[in-house]
């Protein structure tokens, strides 16, 4: 059972900016870092923004990352086909000693 | 290029065991935490298993404690994950990722490998 939620889905069509929220606790993301993946259709998970707002080298700047309190999110700018992916947010829980996902949000590109 | 492979994933019935491997190269594999992260069919990604780059910390999810066990070996670049008893729930793409940064192991995971299938059916 995942410890972080988001919403199972968050559509948009070229252009638009989509959010995506993760919603955890004071001993993950009210302590700890948050870290989001896209995962590409039959792909591994690729490291999208890590220490909640950095983007690795590559990473188009129309993808940015925020957190206040014990909540995250993902923004999308200008969404483009090729961002059609599931995304998940990630942090380490320090009372279970243990790195915990989101439940992941689906993108279709409409 | 950094670059993570896993093999050893397979067939293998309820209750029995397999041992996956990953190997890590262009990179300097005894500095860096390692992990296992695992995705059931149509499901969403799961952490499995943290080692850190000396083997000193290590930690499991609730759902595999005391039937895997990870290790690695720095002289071969190499990462494990023993799973002994294995159940139906199990079964899951594994991969395995490092951590982002050298000396870290709450970090993100930055690359992944490919993944390696494992089934557990009789």
Redesign the interface.
């Known amino acids: 059972q995942?410890v972080l939620t988001q919403p199972p889905s968050a559509s948009g069509t070229p252009g638009q900016r989509v959010t995506i929220s993760c919603s955890g606790s004071s001993s993950n993301i009210g302590s700890?870092?948050v870290?989001w993946?896209q995962?590409l259709p039959g792909t591994?998970?690729?490291?999208l923004i890590?220490?909640n707002n950095q983007r690795?080298s590559g990473v188009p700047d129309r993808f940015s990352g925020s957190k206040s309190g014990t909540s995250a999110s993902l923004a999308i700018s200008g969404l483009q086909s090729e961002d059609e992916a599931?995304y998940?947010c990630?942090a380490?829980d320090d009372s279970?000693?243990?790195?915990?996902?989101?439940?992941?949000t689906k993108v279709p590109v409409l | 290029e950094v670059q993570l492979v896993e093999s050893g994933g397979g067939l293998v019935k309820p209750g029995g065991s397999l041992r996956l491997s990953c190997a890590g190269s262009a990179f300097t594999f005894s500095s860096h935490s390692m992990n296992w992260v695992r995705q059931a069919p149509g499901k969403g990604l799961e952490w499995v298993s943290s080692i850190s780059s000396s083997s000193s910390y290590i930690y499991y999810a609730d759902s595999v404690k005391g039937r895997f066990t990870i290790s690695r070996d720095n002289a071969k670049n190499s990462l494990y994950l023993q799973m002994n008893s294995l159940r139906a729930e199990d079964t899951a793409v594994y991969y395995c990722a490092r951590a982002r940064k050298a000396a870290a192991t709450r970090v993100g995971f930055d690359p992944w490998g490919q993944g390696t299938v494992v089934t557990v059916s009789s």
Not at chain 1, 96 to 104: D, R, S
């Open positions: 995942s700890n870092t870290n993946y995962q591994a998970p690729k490291l890590y220490s690795p599931d998940y990630a380490w279970l000693n243990a790195h915990v996902f989101g439940t992941g």
